[in-house]
C-alpha cells in the first residue's frame, strides 16, 4: 500500500477481519465524499492514512488493531 508520498510501504494487521475494516472504511470514505477520488499512489496513500490515523492503533510490534 502506498504511503502518503506514494511511495510502497508495508503495513501488518492483526488479523484478516481488522484488515477488511480497513479496506471497507476506506472506500466508504470514497463513497460518503470524505475522500475524492485515489487519482494516484501519493492521494491513495493520504486517504488511507486518514484511516489508519483514524480508526487503528499500532501496538510496540508495529502491529495495526
Avoid: R, Y
Amino acid at each position: 500500500m502506498p504511503n502518503p508520498a506514494g511511495v510502497p510501504t508495508q503495513f501488518t494487521f492483526d488479523n484478516t477481519a481488522t484488515f477488511q475494516g480497513f479496506i471497507l472504511l476506506h472506500e466508504l470514505g470514497h463513497q460518503m465524499g470524505v475522500f475524492g477520488q485515489d487519482t494516484d499512489g501519493a492521494t491513495n496513500g493520504a486517504n488511507s492514512q486518514a484511516v489508519l490515523d483514524n480508526c487503528f492503533s499500532e501496538d510496540a510490534q508495529g502491529v495495526l488493531h
